[in-house]
């Protein structure tokens, strides 16, 4: 253990000390920050399409038609919607 990390263990810790746990909790909460976006995101995909999430098991990925395809602009996605 560091003795800034003693230190701050210790209750006497300066500001520099607490900085890199400071920084530490803020990077855990950004992660499940963006984590909790992703799930709302997801969810309401699921409520726009109208379909149950438990049917999702059941649909399988079109070979050449994932998102690699779309960022590609080979108009798959224009193939798939038109």
């Known amino acids: 253990m560091s003795s800034r ?3 701050y263990a210790d209750g006497v810790g300066t500001v ?4 890199p746990f400071r920084r530490r909790a803020q990077a855990q909460l950004l992660q499940v920050q963006t984590e909790g976006a992703a799930q709302d995101a997801y969810q309401g995909l699921i409520a ?3 379909i149950s999430p438990l049917t999702l098991d059941q649909i399988a990925e079109i070979p050449g038609f994932g998102a690699e395809a779309a960022q590609r602009g080979d108009g798959s996605v224009e193939r798939i919607v038109g």
């Open 48 to 50: 726009a399409m109208g």
């Open 5 to 7: 990390a003693k230190r």
């Open 16 to 19: 520099s000390s607490a900085q």
